[in-house]
T-cell receptor, first 114, second 113 residues
């Protein structure tokens, strides 16, 4: 199993540009989520999905869109990049949304918005 | 969300056991106790979790107090690779307002050769 994969690993954008961060898992997990981690800070939940076709907002959803057309993929779209979105983005998945399951994290995407 | 309290930092010698404490006095009956760690410039990594009973896996052991108000992560023989920030988190359900993995500051573990 590859686990949770994320692409790209690094990205530099100019203010106003849009892009999609890719996330995929091969563990047939129902629950997937996106977090951002700012320097010296903990994780903040952006969006999550409890299954294909179902998504919901987390703590900091503004400026981001998600979709879940398949169980495996959960892309995160930045609509119009802003410097405040400079951060490290982590995708995670777990068997279900229950706290009885562990979350598996991807390696992260380091995004810089100029 | 129920909060956890951990020491900011701890030091250990290589190949010695390490006991990382966590206090969670406001834990609810449905909260699972999770431990994750994060190495520099890497994504968080799951270590272990439990509900009421002590748990063992290939990475570590988790000792949970009888009243569940505290727990201890035990690394039986620390290696240099175990140097990381360790987070104790309470979670009953991912997603939504209860689903934030509130990592907080965690405990930075240093391992000396």
């Amino acid at each position: 199993n590859a686990g949770v994969t994320q692409t790209p690993k690094f990205q530099v954008l100019k203010t106003g540009q849009s892009m999609t961060l890719q996330c995929a898992q091969d563990m047939n997990h129902e629950y997937m989520s996106w977090y951002r981690q700012d320097p010296g800070m903990g994780l903040r939940l952006i969006h999550y999905s409890v299954g294909a076709g179902i998504t919901d907002q987390g703590e900091v959803p503004n400026g981001y869109n998600v979709s879940r057309s398949t169980t495996e993929d959960f892309p995160l779209r930045l609509l119009s990049a802003a410097p405040s979105q400079t951060s490290v983005y982590f995708c995670a998945s777990s068997y279900s949304a229950s706290g009885s399951n562990e979350q598996f994290f991807g390696p992260g995407t380091r995004l810089t918005v100029l | 969300d129920a909060k956890t309290t951990q020491p900011n930092s701890m030091e250990s010698n290589e190949e010695e056991p390490v006991h990382l404490p966590c206090n969670h006095s406001t834990i609810s009956g449905t909260d699972y106790i999770h431990w994750y760690r994060q190495l520099p410039s890497q994504g968080p990594e799951y270590v272990i979790h439990g509900l009421t009973s002590n748990v063992n896996n290939r990475m570590a052991s988790l000792a949970i107090a009888e009243d569940r108000k505290s727990s201890t992560l035990i690394l039986h023989r620390a290696t240099l690779r175990d140097a990381a920030v360790y987070y104790c988190i309470l979670i009953w359900n991912y997603g939504g307002s209860q689903g934030n993995l509130i990592f907080g500051k965690g405990t930075k573990l240093s391992v000396k050769p």
